[in-house]
């Protein structure tokens, strides 16, 4: 099928909600909490503000975030129009060519947001916006296949989001090199984060040809190969905390990894059923491993 061929519908205006239905605010938790850690980061002798705060969750959850939710409806419209007809652009409440346009200005202004906050904190930005498109527009479609595109999500919603947290409240400036590899590995057990989310829509990628890893591999496999993804480098991580004398945030991340791995023993006991349960647990401590890691990082139990 023509991913690029337009949807028929009118031409007319659209709704204020119908143009916030499209930014999805419920998937800006993601990035904006990566953000927040990298934000805790760079520690508490750093330029920490309300406004860094502020302008930093502006940029990774409503500007950046947002303008890959469009970006990707545009361009799963025809999609879309088989399979959910009611979301804005294929139903015709977002009309005629106007959420491509929505999706490049939202593109632009996010990173003209992004220029005023610092080069690297600009640099993040024009990585994770460059992925976004990659991610869903051709000729790259990167979500077409499950091994690039959950890297490409992965590494905008983790590592640049952590590293422009850090990097905001340095006045732009790039962040030191612990920062940049915890945000890496962070950014590579992600990857099986986006694996899972892939489980619930596993038939309807078999029939539109999109091979995510599910789909690729089976659910069983599919599943070994996320928990691995989301272990391994945590495994590193407490290492590197071990090795750099922050005990105590070693000590909360392996409390973390152990009560994954139960939920992960269970999960893959029936890897159909109890996916979206391992979402809503292992997930979570997942993310509260890279809030003690930021804590210790910056020296907050110092």
Not at 211 to 220: I, K, T, V
Request: proline residues 6%.
């Amino acid at each position: 099928m023509d991913q690029s061929a337009p949807v028929s519908v009118a031409v007319g205006r659209a709704s204020p909600g119908a143009l916030l239905e499209l930014l999805k605010p419920i998937t800006w938790f993601p990035p904006m909490w990566a953000f927040l850690c990298g934000w805790i980061s760079a520690g508490p002798g750093s330029n920490l503000s309300a406004w860094s705060l502020l302008a930093g969750i502006v940029l990774t959850g409503p500007l950046v975030c947002g303008a890959s939710q469009i970006v990707n409806d545009w361009f799963d419209r025809e999609v879309d129009a088989l399979n959910e007809p009611n979301r804005p652009i294929p139903s015709g409440r977002v009309p005629g060519k106007l959420a491509l346009w929505f999706a490049m200005i939202w593109t632009l202004i996010a990173q003209t947001w992004a220029i005023s906050l610092g080069s690297w904190v600009s640099l993040a930005t024009f990585i994770g916006l460059l992925l976004a498109w990659a991610y869903s527009a051709p000729p790259l479609r990167l979500k077409l296949n499950g091994w690039w595109g959950n890297s490409a999500v992965a590494l905008s919603y983790e590592g640049l989001a952590w590293i422009t947290g850090a990097a905001i409240v340095l006045g732009g400036a790039l962040p030191d090199g612990r920062v940049l590899l915890v945000a890496l590995l962070y950014s590579v057990g992600a990857h099986g984060i986006m694996t899972l989310n892939d489980f619930k829509s596993v038939e309807g990628d078999l029939t539109m040809g999109i091979r995510s890893l599910p789909a690729q591999l089976g659910r069983e496999r599919a599943a070994w190969v996320a928990c691995l993804f989301m272990l391994l480098p945590q495994l590193v991580v407490i290492g590197l905390l071990i090795d750099w004398q922050l005990l105590p945030s070693a000590g909360a991340v392996t409390g973390v990894v152990v009560a994954q791995l139960l939920a992960m023993k269970k999960l893959l006991t029936d890897p159909k059923q109890l996916a979206p349960w391992y979402n809503a647990t292992g997930v979570s401590l997942y993310v509260l491993g890279m809030m003690g890691t930021a804590i210790g990082l910056g020296g907050w139990l110092a």
